[in-house]
């Protein structure tokens, strides 16, 4: 089996404050713990970037948050992949990459946990792919978009919203594991 780390959306669009309350402050850290275990066994590293079509989104080419945050900055000969929907796979060339290469398993992390990293889970499992999440190298924001669908319904914190969306894709789409767990495994 050919495992990859793929890191999504850890861009410093994320970083503006209009999202909200956001958990897991290590979320970022987690992921560069991930790609030095990755690089220090020459696996494969692959990035995913959010090029927004909203010229309003702090992750539009407008906003200057498109760019990739220290923490996950590419290496040299890592793929890059630019998205502008919730998958990785949509208008992308990764599934074909991924086959290319013979990567049948996949550890992914990034940002954020209930968008772009479920869906690419939830699609990278459907195309046959075995997939780890690791958890706690993934954030969430507060549910703190009122728009009257909610019914009294209370607010949800990043905290609930991340554990609903982990819990969503595990023992279905991912295996969900720490950090710690996943760096005990070759890369």
Known sequence: MT??????????GLDNPGWG????????????????????????????RHISTNPDSPLSPDAGGT????????????AVFEKSVNSAFIGTGLEAHLRDAGIDSLVICGLTTPHCVSTTCR?????????TLAHDACAAFADNADTGWRAGLPAMSADDVHAGA??????????????DDILTDPA
Request: aromatic letters at 6%; zero cysteines.
């Open 3 to 12: 495992r990859a780390l793929l890191l999504i959306d850890i861009q410093t």
């Open 21 to 48: 309350a956001r958990n897991n402050p290590d979320a970022e850290s987690n992921a560069a713990r991930l790609i030095a275990h990755f690089r220090a066994a020459g696996g494969p590293v692959i990035h995913i």
């Open 67 to 78: 760019g990739f945050k220290p923490e996950a900055m590419p290496g040299p000969g890592e």
């Open 123 to 131: 699609m990278a499992a459907n195309l046959g792919f075995d997939v």
């Open 166 to 179: 982990v819990s969503h894709l595990h023992g279905e789409f991912v295996n969900a594991r720490a950090t």
